[in-house]
């Protein structure tokens, strides 16, 4: 099977990918079509001082569907049609109006972003070395203190904040602190 590429209607992926999925059960295409995929990754945001953890398309507009092609190396006019027929798909990426399959290292870039075990989300954060900030959460509640470093792989910030007359490292998560 080879991951041919869907141009769909934008915010409109995940439909397309239910429908399809729902189509090919109806119309018995298991054995020719494979897996149809929309990667998309979790991002933590803070917004009003409240965390949020939202999913993002990692490839807004398209859908990715596994086909079984024809002993000639066409799609079987039965999955092109339903594919062609379904509500919010455009057209497949190719050249000269035919369909071009994803090369392998492509594909396997896809396979790995969509099927990725859960992981620690991401964080989205509007914090930069030497902004003043106040710690609103934890143990060290209403300290202040000056970002030395955004640790963006763990989701932390280091902030030097002066405790007892001394100053000290804190190793604190995004939504832990608030922009003064």
Do not use: C, H
């Amino acid at each position: 099977m080879q991951f041919f590429t869907l141009r769909v209607a934008s915010n409109k992926e995940d439909r397309v990918r239910e429908a399809l999925v729902r189509k090919v059960k109806i119309e018995a295409l298991e054995d020719r079509v494979g897996r149809i995929l929309v990667p998309v990754e979790r991002i933590r945001s803070i917004k009003d001082g409240k965390r949020r953890d939202t999913d993002r398309k990692l490839y807004p507009g398209y859908v990715f569907i596994e086909l079984e092609l024809d002993k000639n190396g066409m799609i079987p006019d039965k999955v092109w049609f339903m594919i062609k027929e379904t509500d919010g798909v455009g057209d497949f990426i190719g050249s000269n109006g035919k369909p071009s399959p994803m090369t392998p290292p492509d594909q396997a870039k896809i396979i790995e972003a969509a099927e990725r075990p859960e992981e620690p989300v991401s964080a989205v954060s509007s914090f930069k070395k030497d902004d003043k900030v106040k710690v609103t959460e934890g143990p060290f509640v209403n300290f202040e203190g000056t970002v030395d470093e955004v640790v963006p792989d763990k989701g932390t910030v280091k902030i030097i904040a002066t405790i007892f007359g001394r100053a000290t490292t804190l190793e604190l998560e995004y939504w832990q602190i608030e922009k003064m």
